[in-house]
């Protein structure tokens, strides 16, 4: 087979047209809008209090403590409680806010 006058011509054209292919399915791959870069999510950089690692990161869960009535200004104000996992070490932990 090795001797062949045509193995040598049909193997490297082989492996040109593979190159082409992957090179072509790559850049249209690359236009692709769903493979566009995203626009940043809203979201807070938090610490995770067991490795110190920074994150930004979205809440797991979001619980509604309290609406409080405020007397000053008319309105209310919420209490929440925010729950956080971290990424890195897989710390969970809870950290309350007021919105």
Request: net charge positive.
């Amino acid at each position: 087979m090795l001797h062949h006058p045509l193995f040598i011509p049909v193997a490297l054209g082989v492996i040109i047209a593979g190159a082409i292919y992957l090179i072509v399915s790559y850049r249209r791959e690359a236009k692709r809008p769903e493979t566009q870069p995203k626009a940043p999510t809203p979201g807070w950089q938090v610490q995770c209090p067991k490795c110190s690692r920074w994150k930004k990161l979205e809440p797991v869960r979001r619980e509604t403590l309290e609406v409080q009535e405020i007397s000053i200004l008319p309105g209310t104000q919420n209490h929440f409680i925010h729950e956080y996992k971290c990424p890195f070490c897989g710390h969970t932990w809870h950290e309350r806010y007021t919105g």
